[in-house]
């Protein structure tokens, strides 16, 4: 069984900065890709950010680009995200996902996903 566990979402005000990590656990974990993505209340999923592990490619909405930084931690299977220059419409639940090598902007093409952390962000 694998398991994604979302941690550092909080409180931040507008022009802040936050980081979420992602750490990967499970005996079959085996995926390439490692994903964030957000929803806020009343909206769908929608796509962050994207590092493949394999070859350390990062792929990022142009929502944030520029602005968050995906990275891979010391640790094997630990992802982050580093949000700067936050903005209310940040404020979501960030969820973390792990997928095949063609995983990307879908969110079906992820095959496991954390809890969630929210991020709020004020003005």
């Known amino acids: 069984q694998v398991q994604l566990v979302e941690s550092g979402g909080g409180l931040a005000q507008a022009g802040g900065s936050l980081r979420l990590s992602c750490a990967a656990s499970?005996?079959?974990?085996?995926?390439?890709?490692m994903g964030w993505f957000r929803q806020a209340p009343g909206k769908e999923r929608e796509f962050v950010a994207t590092?493949?592990?394999?070859?350390?490619?990062?792929y990022y909405a142009d929502s944030v680009k520029g602005r968050f930084a995906i990275s891979r931690g010391n640790a094997k299977n630990t992802v982050y995200l580093q949000m700067n220059s936050l903005k209310p419409e940040d404020t979501a639940v960030y969820y973390c996902?792990?997928?095949?090598?063609?995983?990307?902007?879908?969110?079906?093409?992820?095959?496991?996903w954390g809890q969630g952390t929210r991020v709020t962000v004020s003005s």
């Open positions: 499970g005996r079959t974990f085996s995926s390439d890709v």
């Open positions: 996902a792990a997928g095949p090598r063609f995983a990307l902007r879908n969110p079906v093409q992820y095959d496991y």
């Open positions: 590092l493949t592990l394999s070859s350390g490619s990062t």
